[in-house]
Every structure is written in structure tokens, then in C-alpha cells.
């Protein structure tokens, strides 16, 4: 009884701890668009996401119990606090950026995996036409996925050292869920090191140039290191979707996609 209602509080904590980053998204959005999406959109997509962060949760929990029963002890310890004690106050934030940048490295090659091996399942994210910050939904599978491809290894080699949890959660909460909005903030120059829109909306588009390209979540070090990286010019904004699948409109559609998909592209 105990853990299912933890299991509760993960779901329910995830959910509202969720909603104000989309609800601000959302709100920027609207006050300077650069396109407007109809409120069926926005109501799919909430639905969507209320899923899928329930099942996120879930799975991290799940994931959290079973190492506990297991008694599984990390290869490594990264001691970043000890590590970047050089750099004084900012050790912290030093310390962070560094832990970030290798989760990003784990979600990069999972994010490379999915378009080789998991495609029919990714390609449910992949077919969003309308895509922005609300209507950014992935397969319920995909979290799954993600906890054996990229939670599992990095529970191996934790780190210590890090920035309040709160805010390093809020930073990767929001960062990625930014990246699919169309609004008309992007990082300038700062676009060089890290993923803002319009980088990652080349990850999404309909032009057979651009398959393939922009896999990082948070920074896009990776992409340039392993030569994927493709920076797109001030007035570049493609199409987003896929055209051999429309994006689902039910819950049905959504959840059974990976069964009905059929497509040669890798």
C-alpha cells in the first residue's frame, strides 16, 4: 500500500511539477507568436503530455525501487564537487553544466538509437505537424526506452557536487520542452554551444536535407564532434511532420502508430 502510494505522489508530483514550465510556455506563445496553432491542438497535446509524464514517472520510480531491492552499486563516482573545487563559487554551477553535458552525450546516442533500431516508436514524435511547446508528445514507450538507454548506464557513474535538484530539474524540464516552441526567442549566438528552437526544429523537418541532423537535447557540442550538427540561417523554419504518416488526433492513433507505421526511412 506504501508504494503505490509513493507511485502516486511520483505521478501526481511530476505532472504538477510539469505544468507551470508548459503553462509559461504556452503563455509565450501566444503573446509573440510565430504561428498560430488552434486550441484543439493545445487540448490534444495537454492530454498527451499528461500521459506520457505519468508514465515517465512510473517508470522512474519503478526503476528507483528496483535498484534499491537489487542493492546495485555505481562503477564510478564522479566527484565533481571535489573536482571543480578550483573554481570556487561557481564550482556548483561548473559542476552541473559538466553532469549535464555528459547526460547529454547518454541522450544523444539514445537519440541516434531511436532513429536506427526504434524508429516506428520515435516516429510517433517525428509526426507532429504543429508542433510547439504543449504539442511536443513522444510514444509512452519512449520512456521506457530511456530508462534502460540512458538512466540505467548514468546510475553507474553518478555525480556528486550538482546545483539544488529543483533547479537543475527545472533547467532540464524546460530547456527541452523550449526547443519545440515556435516562439521567437532563440539563443543568438549562444546557439553555437547550446540547442534553442531553431536548431532543433531542423531535427524535425520535412526537407530531405535536413534527416538526420541535430540529435543533442542541451548542447550541440555533440552533434558537431560526431557530424551531425547542421545550423540553420535567421529566416530558416521548416515544415515539421512526416510524410508517409499524418500526426494522431485520438489516443488510439497515438498509442497504436508504432503497430500501423510502415517506412523505410531509418
Same mark, same amino acid.
Given at each position: 500500500?506504501?508504494?503505490? +502510494?509513493?507511485?502516486?505522489?511520483?505521478?501526481?508530483?511530476?505532472?504538477?511539477?510539469?505544468?507551470?514550465?508548459?503553462?509559461?510556455?504556452?503563455?509565450?506563445?501566444?503573446?509573440?507568436?510565430?504561428?498560430?496553432?488552434?486550441?484543439?491542438? @493545445?487540448?490534444?497535446?495537454?492530454?498527451?503530455?499528461?500521459?506520457?509524464?505519468?508514465?515517465?514517472?512510473?517508470?522512474?520510480?519503478?526503476?528507483?525501487?528496483?535498484? +534499491?531491492?537489487?542493492?546495485?552499486?555505481?562503477?564510478?563516482?564522479?566527484?565533481?564537487?571535489?573536482?571543480?573545487?578550483?573554481?570556487?563559487?561557481?564550482?556548483?554551477?561548473?559542476?552541473?553544466?559538466?553532469?549535464?553535458?555528459?547526460?547529454?552525450?547518454?541522450?544523444?546516442?539514445?537519440?541516434?538509437?531511436?532513429?536506427?533500431?526504434?524508429?516506428?516508436?520515435?516516429?510517433?514524435?517525428?509526426?507532429?505537424?504543429?508542433?510547439?511547446?504543449?504539442?511536443?508528445?513522444?510514444?509512452?514507450?519512449?520512456?521506457?526506452? @530511456?530508462?534502460?538507454?540512458?538512466?540505467?548506464?548514468?546510475?553507474?557513474?553518478?555525480?556528486?557536487?550538482?546545483?539544488?535538484?529543483?533547479?537543475?530539474?527545472?533547467?532540464?524540464?524546460?530547456?527541452?520542452?523550449?526547443?519545440?516552441?515556435?516562439?521567437?526567442?532563440?539563443?543568438?549566438?549562444?546557439?553555437?554551444?547550446?540547442?534553442?528552437?531553431?536548431?532543433?526544429?531542423?531535427?524535425?523537418?520535412?526537407?530531405?536535407?535536413?534527416?538526420?541532423?541535430?540529435?543533442?537535447?542541451?548542447?550541440?557540442?555533440?552533434?558537431?564532434?560526431?557530424?551531425? +550538427?547542421?545550423?540553420?540561417?535567421?529566416?530558416?523554419?521548416?515544415?515539421?511532420?512526416?510524410?508517409?504518416?499524418?500526426?494522431?488526433?485520438?489516443?488510439?492513433?497515438?498509442?497504436?502508430?508504432?503497430?500501423?507505421?510502415?517506412?523505410?526511412?531509418?
Amino acid at each position: 500500500m506504501e508504494a503505490l +502510494a509513493h507511485l502516486a505522489q511520483s505521478v501526481l508530483g511530476r505532472i504538477f511539477g510539469t505544468m507551470p514550465f508548459l503553462a509559461i510556455l504556452v503563455a509565450w506563445e501566444l503573446a509573440i507568436p510565430r504561428q498560430s496553432f488552434s486550441v484543439r491542438s @493545445r487540448a490534444k497535446g495537454l492530454g498527451f503530455w499528461v500521459v506520457m509524464l505519468a508514465t515517465a514517472a512510473i517508470c522512474y520510480t519503478s526503476f528507483g525501487t528496483a535498484w +534499491a531491492m537489487l542493492g546495485l552499486k555505481p562503477l564510478l563516482q564522479l566527484q565533481f564537487d571535489r573536482w571543480f573545487s578550483w573554481a570556487g563559487l561557481a564550482a556548483m554551477p561548473v559542476a552541473t553544466v559538466a553532469a549535464v553535458l555528459i547526460g547529454d552525450f547518454f541522450s544523444y546516442w539514445f537519440h541516434r538509437i531511436q532513429h536506427i533500431f526504434l524508429w516506428r516508436y520515435h516516429a510517433v514524435h517525428h509526426s507532429i505537424e504543429e508542433m510547439h511547446a504543449i504539442n511536443s508528445f513522444g510514444h509512452p514507450a519512449d520512456e521506457v526506452f @530511456r530508462v534502460l538507454l540512458v538512466v540505467v548506464p548514468m546510475s553507474f557513474i553518478p555525480v556528486e557536487g550538482l546545483i539544488e535538484p529543483t533547479l537543475m530539474t527545472a533547467v532540464i524540464l524546460l530547456l527541452p520542452t523550449y526547443t519545440h516552441s515556435p516562439i521567437r526567442m532563440h539563443f543568438g549566438p549562444l546557439r553555437r554551444v547550446l540547442v534553442d528552437n531553431r536548431f532543433h526544429r531542423i531535427h524535425h523537418s520535412t526537407e530531405p536535407a535536413h534527416f538526420d541532423k541535430n540529435f543533442g537535447t542541451y548542447f550541440t557540442i555533440w552533434d558537431q564532434l560526431f557530424g551531425t +550538427a547542421y545550423f540553420p540561417n535567421e529566416d530558416e523554419w521548416p515544415e515539421t511532420g512526416l510524410a508517409d504518416v499524418p500526426e494522431p488526433q485520438t489516443f488510439r492513433e497515438w498509442l497504436n502508430l508504432p503497430w500501423r507505421y510502415r517506412s523505410a526511412r531509418p
